[in-house]
């Protein structure tokens, strides 16, 4: 008979947090120090992205497009929709053209500041030396390979932009730049911001086009006899002959209006729907990076109105006011 021995070989690593050498087993994958905190995975390799030029310029191009859709629908809905608002009436001519002209500014002015604006650059944190580290100073960092330099949780690195970002929520193709704790407010400013003004586009657009639409003409509608489902569906069916048989004689300026009314309906539903998203994601105190990881968790995050409050920067009385509001209903519900 032989006795087996079961023999433990230790090895020595060095945290990259504080430079201290730390006795581990073989087989640990991820080791915490125990004096900064820092986290370590040895088996991390960095990988170089061959697409990061590529990237960056679809982003630009992506920018440039929607630049562009941006100035042909605030060009083509003052030629095409206003002629027609100023032969109505000259004030709601002025009117409508102030709303138009703060709407098409304040579009504008966000999405530059959220495509150009930098995301948010994480806080530089002394690492790499024992006798300058202090005690738990690096909790829960991680070594971004990538950047070569401490990353908290709150901070994601982003392969396209080629950087870290802190409270990264994601990387937006159509802004050319991550969207992150710097920029974040911008970009749900000229989601608002763009909702507002294609809701605006298309009931313009839909107005004037009403203006100028060629009359109907209709070919038996008149005599249709009974009721029913059938005389119901038969002057649907008139209605929409008439219908397209007048735009047949559409002139340039209503071709131009039923495009802005149809793009700006697609882009307005896909704009709400983002916009919904962001908000839900604000109101549970996450980003979008940061819900995807706690998908398998069982916690659910604070969800609070106050983090609307908070994210949007309001005084600290309105803060306090709607906290004391919500607390006084929920002990009358209680």
């Not at 073989?26 to 080791?31: C, R």
């Not at 070569?148 to 970002?165: A, E, F, V, Y």
């Not at 107005?207 to 209709?218: E, K, M, N, R, V």
Request: charged residues 15%.
């Amino acid at each position: 008979m032989f006795d087996l021995t079961v023999v433990t070989e230790d090895h020595e690593a060095t945290c990259w947090g504080c430079g201290l050498r730390l006795l581990l087993s073989s087989y640990t994958p991820v080791y915490k120090c125990g004096w900064c905190g820092a986290i370590t995975k040895p088996n991390t390799h960095k990988h170089e992205s061959k697409c990061f030029r590529w990237r960056h310029l679809r982003d630009r191009c992506f920018v440039c497009i929607l630049i562009i859709f941006m100035l042909f629908v605030i060009c083509g809905g003052v030629l095409a929709v206003y002629p027609v608002i100023f032969s109505i009436s000259y004030f709601y001519g002025i009117f409508h053209s102030t709303i138009a002209l703060i709407l098409s500014v304040s579009t504008l002015s966000t999405f530059s500041l959220a495509a150009f604006c930098c995301a948010g650059t994480p806080p530089n944190m002394t690492w790499s030396s024992y006798p300058v580290v202090g005690k738990g100073s690096l909790e829960n960092y991680t070594f971004c390979h990538y950047c070569s330099k401490p990353k908290s949780h709150r901070t994601h690195h982003c392969l396209s932009c080629g950087t870290c970002i802190l409270d990264m929520d994601h990387h937006c193709p159509f802004i050319g730049n991550c969207v992150g704790a710097a920029n974040h407010q911008y970009f749900i400013a000229f989601l608002i911001s763009a909702v507002i003004s294609t809701t605006y586009v298309a009931i313009m657009s839909l107005y004037a086009g009403f203006h100028i639409w060629p009359p109907l003409t209709y070919r038996s509608l008149g005599r249709l006899n009974g009721s029913g489902a059938d005389s119901g569906i038969i002057a649907m069916k008139e209605i929409i002959i008439a219908f397209m048989s007048s735009a047949v004689h559409l002139s340039l300026r209503g071709i131009v209006l039923v495009y802005l009314f149809v793009s700006s309906v697609s882009v307005e539903i896909g704009l709400s729907v983002l916009l919904w998203q962001q908000l839900c994601f604000v109101y549970e105190g996450k980003t979008y990076l940061s819900h995807l990881s706690s998908q398998g968790d069982d916690a659910a995050g604070d969800r609070d109105c106050r983090n609307l409050l908070r994210f949007f920067g309001c005084p600290y009385f309105a803060s306090r006011y709607f906290t004391s509001f919500s607390t006084s209903m929920k002990r009358h519900k209680k």
